[in-house]
């Protein structure tokens, strides 16, 4: 698991770059897989490791 914000730039085809320290991390424990979400809090977009938000989903399933 890793954290942090980072400002990134959508480029002309609206895709966001993952910053090269993430990337790594994600290559590393997710095999690339992500989700990506909206922060109902905050106007920005949560990252997680496929991993990561399958536990959150199983979570999420019990309520």
């Known amino acids: 698991m890793f954290r942090g914000a980072t400002l990134v730039n959508l480029d002309s085809k609206g895709r966001l770059s993952v910053p090269t320290r993430y990337r790594e991390q994600l290559l590393e424990n997710a ?23 399958e536990i959150i989903e199983q979570k999420l399933s019990r309520l």
């Open 31 to 53: 095999a690339g897989q992500m989700v990506c979400t909206i922060d109902i809090h905050h106007p920005c977009l949560l990252l997680y490791p496929l991993p990561e938000w």
